[in-house]
C-alpha cells in the first residue's frame, strides 16, 4: 500500500533505538525525510546506518535530551530547517524505572513526569505551528504502553505517569483538529533493549531465575511470541499517513492480545 507521505518531514524522538528507531525506519522506507533524535551519539550514528539502509529520503541526526527544554527546541527548529516543514511528530522516550510504589520515591516520580509527559508538552507546543502550516493534515503519534489500559506489575510510574499523555493526546486531537489529528499507539512487549532491561532487573529482584525464563514471561500473549519492533513501527507510519485519515484522537494496543480489558 502507498502510504502518500513520500517527501514528507519527520521528527521522531527517541529513535536511536528500539520502537522510535523502528517508527523512523518504517517511515524512511515510505520516503519521508527524518531526523533522528537520542543522547548518545555512538548510538545515533548507528540508528542512523540502519535507517539510511532502507530510506527514500534523507536522514539527520539531532542528538539532545528531552528532559531539556531548549533541546527540543532546537529538534524541531533542525527538522524545519533541514526540511522545509514539519508533516509528523512521533514521540518515544525512554522508559522510567521499574519498581513498585514502595521503592518510588518523589525524585522517580519527578523525573518520569519530565521525561514522559513534559517531553511531550513541549514538542506538540514547538511543533504545532509547523505540523498546522503544511498543506495536508499534520499528525502527531505518541508511543506510551499498554500499561495505560492494564496496570502491569511493578511499573508504578509508567502504570501513573503515561495517563497523562494519553489526556494531552485526547486534547490534542480536539484542540489541534482539523488542521493536525493526534493518536496513540499502547506497545506491549517488543523486543528492544527496554525490554531486555526490565526483565534483566526482574532476575536480580529474583522474580525468574533466568534471562529467558523472565523474556517467556513477559512475551505471555495468545500469540505466544515477542514483538518484533517493525510491527509498531509500521503502524506508527499508517497514523502518520493520510490512509488513516479519519483515525484521530485513539490509543491501539500493540501486544499480541495481551492486554485483558475488553477495549
Ligand atoms: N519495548 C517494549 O516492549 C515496550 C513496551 C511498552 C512500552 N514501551 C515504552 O516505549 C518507549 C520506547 O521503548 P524502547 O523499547 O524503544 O526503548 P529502548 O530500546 O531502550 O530505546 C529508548 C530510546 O530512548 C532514548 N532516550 C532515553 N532517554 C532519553 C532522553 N532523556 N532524551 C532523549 N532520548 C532518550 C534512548 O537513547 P539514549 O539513551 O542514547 O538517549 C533510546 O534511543 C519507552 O517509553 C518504553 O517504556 C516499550
Redo the contacts with the bound molecule.
Keep these: 500500500m502507498d502510504l502518500e507521505i513520500d517527501g514528507n518531514a519527520a521528527l521522531v ?9 523502528a517508527s523512523a525506519k518504517a517511515l524512511a522506507r515510505d520516503g519521508v525525510n527524518v531526523v533522528l ?4 551519539e555512538e ?2 550514528a548507528d540508528a542512523r546506518a540502519e535507517v539510511e539502509a532502507v530510506a527514500e529520503g534523507e536522514v539527520v541526526v539531532q542528538p ?4 531539556e527544554a531548549d533541546d527540543i527546541e532546537a529538534m524541531v527548529e533542525r527538522t524545519v530547517d533541514e526540511f522545509g516543514g514539519l508533516d509528523h511528530l512521533v514521540t ?4 522510567p524505572p521499574s519498581g513498585s510504589f514502595l521503592d518510588t520515591d518523589d525524585e522517580d516520580w519527578q523525573q518520569a513526569y519530565e ?2 509527559v513534559m517531553s511531550v508538552v513541549r514538542l506538540a507546543r514547538e511543533a504545532h505551528p509547523h505540523l498546522a502550516a503544511g498543506e495536508e493534515t499534520g499528525t502527531i503519534v505518541n ?5 495505560v489500559k492494564e496496570a502491569i506489575d511493578d511499573l508504578v510510574l ?1 502504570n501513573s505517569v503515561r495517563m497523562g499523555v494519553i489526556g494531552l493526546e485526547k486534547t490534542l486531537s480536539k484542540e489541534f483538529a482539523p488542521d493536525i489529528r493526534a493518536n496513540a499507539v499502547l ?4 523486543e ?4 531486555q ?1 526490565l526483565v534483566e532487573a526482574a532476575v536480580e529482584r529474583g522474580e525468574y531465575d533466568s534471562y529467558e525464563e523472565g523474556l517467556d514471561e513477559w512475551a505471555g500473549n495468545p500469540l505466544e511470541r515477542i ?1 518484533d ?1 517493525m510491527e509498531l513501527g509500521n503502524t506508527v507510519a499508517f497514523l502518520s499517513s493520510p490512509k488513516s485519515g479519519f483515525i484521530n484522537g485513539t490509543a491501539i494496543t500493540i501486544d499480541g492480545g495481551t492486554t485483558g480489558a475488553n477495549l
Excluded: C
Design positions: 524522538t527517541a529513535s536511536s533505538s528500539g520502537l522510535g528507531r533524535n537520542g543522547r548518545d548510538r545515533l539532545g535530551d528531552l528532559t518515544s522516550a525512554g522508559g521525561l514522559l508511543i506510551t504502553s499498554r500499561s509508567s506497545p506491549g512487549p517488543h528492544t533493549s527496554r525490554i532491561d514483538g519492533p
